[in-house]
């Protein structure tokens, strides 16, 4: 992959030098060794990335689960009582 980018850019020169610096093509010769850094400096960044989530989900697996800690219950029953009425109401009518 870096020698078919090293290669474009030579190419990309190298025309650039026989339309005498046409802006057009230095502006594919900008962007294509601008795409070339990003995908170089993408791939030590993915590692990275990967290795910090690796760690904190083996981190996260090392705390225990706590029932005091845990969120309560969504489901109250009071609730569920008041709207058990309201609907037996409207049969009604």
């Not at 294509?32 to 990967?50: D, H, K, Y």
């Not at 981190?59 to 009071?78: G, S």
Request: proline share 5%; with cysteine.
């Amino acid at each position: 992959m870096n020698v078919s980018f090293f290669l474009l850019l030579i190419v990309l020169f190298g025309l650039a030098f026989l339309t005498n610096w046409n802006f057009h093509v230095l502006m594919m010769l900008v962007v294509s060794a601008l795409l070339w850094g990003s995908m170089i400096w993408s791939v030590p960044f993915s590692a990275c990335l990967r290795l910090l989530t690796t760690r904190f989900v083996i981190e996260m697996q090392k705390i225990p689960a706590r029932p005091d800690n845990m969120p309560p219950d969504l489901v109250d029953t009071t609730i569920s009582e008041n709207t058990d009425a309201t609907l037996e109401g409207k049969k009604d009518k």
